[in-house]
């Protein structure tokens, strides 16, 4: 199994799309080319960023951003793992607004993390995608697109075309002039052709249900949780 760098290469990902999808291309022309995601450079820690995801489910940003502050403040650390929730108990949790169910979440990848259950940075670079999902989806309140959304911003992976996330289905549906969303075997089925480079097909999806492509200033929705 190689090694898996974080990030790849944009221009690469460019030349392909606009050489194999003269729709796509089209639509990548008017937004131009999207630059390499922030996340790919940023220190990243797995189980950290799995915490936060699980807080920030359901919630506005900035609602989710008090609770997390406020987690924070009461383990007495920035760093979210199972040391650190474990000088807490699940009332003082549910004070800083943790519901029960993500309280439940939180445990549990606490005590998977404690019994080595949970990939690092490291192991991860040696692991291909399938591998990190089916790694990461048993712990409670982490699904699929969360694990996606991870492999995509923080990792890096080219080639992850997250079928069931409706913004990449509405951007499929405005690129082929669909009266409806294509469901998410459709949409597999339609990214086969931009594979090895799924994940910049699947950016530039989001900014045109976004609305980018036809207007330059739309703002870009937060498709991650960093």
Same mark, same amino acid.
């Given at each position: 199994?190689?090694?898996?760098?974080?990030?790849? !290469?944009?221009? /690469?990902?460019?030349?392909?799309?606009?050489?194999? $999808?003269? &729709?796509?291309? @089209? +639509? *990548?022309?008017?937004?131009?080319?999207?630059?390499?995601?922030?996340?790919?450079?940023?220190?990243?820690?797995?189980?950290?960023?799995?915490?936060?995801?699980?807080?920030?489910?359901?919630?506005?940003?900035?609602?989710?951003?008090?609770?997390?502050?406020?987690?924070?403040?009461?383990?007495?650390?920035?760093?979210?793992?199972?040391?650190?929730?474990?000088?807490?108990?699940?009332?003082?949790?549910?004070?800083?607004?943790?519901?029960?169910?993500?309280?439940?979440?939180?445990? !549990?990848?606490? /005590?998977?993390?404690?019994?080595?259950?949970?990939? $690092?940075? &490291?192991?991860? @670079? +040696? *692991?291909?995608?399938?591998?990190?999902?089916?790694?990461?989806?048993?712990?409670?309140?982490?699904?699929?697109?969360?694990?996606?959304?991870?492999?995509?911003?923080?990792?890096?992976?080219?080639?992850?075309?997250?079928?069931?996330?409706?913004?990449?289905?509405?951007?499929?549906?405005?690129?082929?002039?669909?009266?409806?969303?294509?469901?998410?075997?459709?949409?597999?089925?339609?990214?086969?052709?931009?594979?090895?480079?799924?994940?910049?097909?699947?950016?530039?999806?989001?900014?045109?249900?976004?609305?980018?492509?036809?207007?330059?200033?739309?703002?870009?929705?937060?498709?991650?949780?960093?």
């Amino acid at each position: 199994m190689p090694r898996h760098a974080r990030g790849f !290469d944009v221009q /690469a990902a460019w030349d392909h799309l606009v050489r194999r $999808d003269r &729709r796509l291309g @089209a +639509w *990548m022309h008017r937004i131009g080319p999207l630059p390499p995601e922030a996340g790919w450079r940023r220190r990243f820690d797995p189980v950290d960023a799995l915490a936060r995801a699980i807080l920030y489910q359901q919630l506005s940003g900035k609602a989710a951003a008090t609770i997390v502050g406020r987690v924070e403040a009461a383990i007495g650390s920035k760093r979210l793992h199972h040391d650190t929730l474990g000088r807490v108990d699940d009332a003082t949790l549910r004070a800083c607004g943790v519901s029960g169910n993500k309280t439940l979440a939180l445990r !549990d990848l606490a /005590a998977r993390e404690a019994r080595g259950e949970i990939p $690092d940075l &490291r192991h991860m @670079a +040696w *692991m291909d995608e399938d591998q990190i999902v089916q790694a990461l989806v048993p712990v409670r309140g982490i699904g699929r697109w969360t694990v996606e959304m991870m492999l995509m911003f923080r990792l890096g992976r080219p080639d992850v075309l997250p079928v069931d996330d409706l913004g990449v289905r509405k951007g499929a549906q405005i690129v082929d002039g669909l009266e409806l969303p294509p469901t998410p075997r459709q949409l597999a089925e339609r990214g086969q052709a931009w594979g090895p480079y799924r994940t910049y097909a699947s950016l530039y999806l989001w900014r045109i249900a976004d609305g980018a492509g036809t207007d330059p200033a739309a703002p870009r929705t937060n498709r991650s949780q960093d």
